[in-house]
């Protein structure tokens, strides 16, 4: 069973998509924690789950493409939750101005087949800060920060070809206006770019790097961070709305320099890059997660707070 102190009744859970790093530790973790599973891949043939010790019951496999409806209704089937998050086909793998579309309909599908789930009784969608920081104006002498409250402009990601915040933004407004309309109880997690292995320089968050930098909203979010944002806001019943999902903050230049680095190793840099200590004012938010996550992490049990580095789905 999931602790008792969040009041949790949920006990079985959709994992949608389980190819993903966040996607596989999230099964993990889960299974860990007691829940029955539903994982979503889609493509059984090349995908398959490693590395995940548990009693056969406790783990249903789908094969579940997030355009085929009927798939979806499948893999919902006797579960209270779902934990969504978006990855790109296979064949369509670049953010363009045409990948908005795409994800919109996959979140249409979603959303609507957990609202014919009678079973559904909670919906983590997953969506990123990218939905969020871009086309507000910077007044210098403001101290107000951006939170979960804002809304990136997609006029502003259109004349910027900023296609990544534009799909994550019209996403996410489309899953909202479903979630409404239908009476699902939803709440979102607004990731920041996700660190790790997999993380390459062609990651589409980081179009505009240099102006989130500047602008003090350059946040990025460990996995083990991340996938505890997710099991929080799902088990604590007095979760709602948004959250800016984030711990750390790019706003000093050895920061951007290691992030450089890891994503293309180059010569050492020039002495007078390494000793620029200026700092960044920091423009951005997460205190409505991290009142809600001060319980949870002090209250896992002891096989989370200690478990192995996991490895993703390949």
Not at 259 to 277: G, N, V
Request: glycine share 4%; aromatic share 8%; net charge negative.
């Amino acid at each position: 069973m999931a602790p008792a102190s969040y009041n949790c009744i949920f006990n079985t859970i959709c994992v949608m998509n389980a190819s993903t790093c966040l996607g596989t530790k999230l099964v993990k973790r889960l299974l860990k924690r007691g829940y029955t599973v539903h994982a979503t891949i889609q493509d059984r043939g090349e995908t398959s789950l490693k590395g995940i010790e548990c009693e056969e019951m406790k783990l249903k496999i789908f094969e579940s493409d997030p355009f085929d409806y009927h798939s979806i209704l499948d893999a919902l089937k006797g579960c209270s939750g779902l934990i969504y998050s978006f990855q790109p086909p296979s064949d369509y793998p670049t953010y363009d101005e045409e990948m908005g579309e795409v994800e919109v309909r996959a979140a249409h599908n979603v959303l609507e087949a957990c609202a014919q789930t009678h079973t559904i009784e909670k919906v983590v969608f997953t969506s990123s800060a990218s939905a969020i920081i871009w086309g507000h104006d910077k007044d210098s002498t403001s101290t107000d920060y951006l939170d979960e409250r804002h809304w990136t402009d997609i006029n502003f990601c259109r004349n910027f070809k900023l296609w990544h915040a534009m799909s994550k933004t019209l996403a996410e407004k489309t899953a909202w206006a479903l979630a409404m309309d239908r009476g699902i109880n939803m709440v979102t997690i607004n990731s920041g770019l996700l660190m790790g292995p997999e993380l390459t320089i062609t990651n589409p968050y980081l179009k505009g790097a240099a102006e989130m930098y500047e602008d003090g909203v350059f946040v990025t979010v460990d996995l083990d961070f991340l996938v505890d944002a997710h099991i929080c806001v799902y088990e604590e019943i007095a979760s709602y709305g948004r959250y800016l999902c984030f711990n750390h903050i790019i706003n000093q230049n050895q920061d951007a320099l290691n992030l450089a680095q890891m994503l293309s190793p180059l010569p050492s840099p020039p002495p007078s890059l390494e000793e620029d200590t200026m700092i960044i004012q920091q423009r951005i938010s997460n205190n409505k997660l991290n009142k809600l996550m001060v319980d949870f992490r002090g209250h896992q049990p002891q096989m989370d707070q200690n478990a192995n580095q996991d490895i993703c789905l390949s």
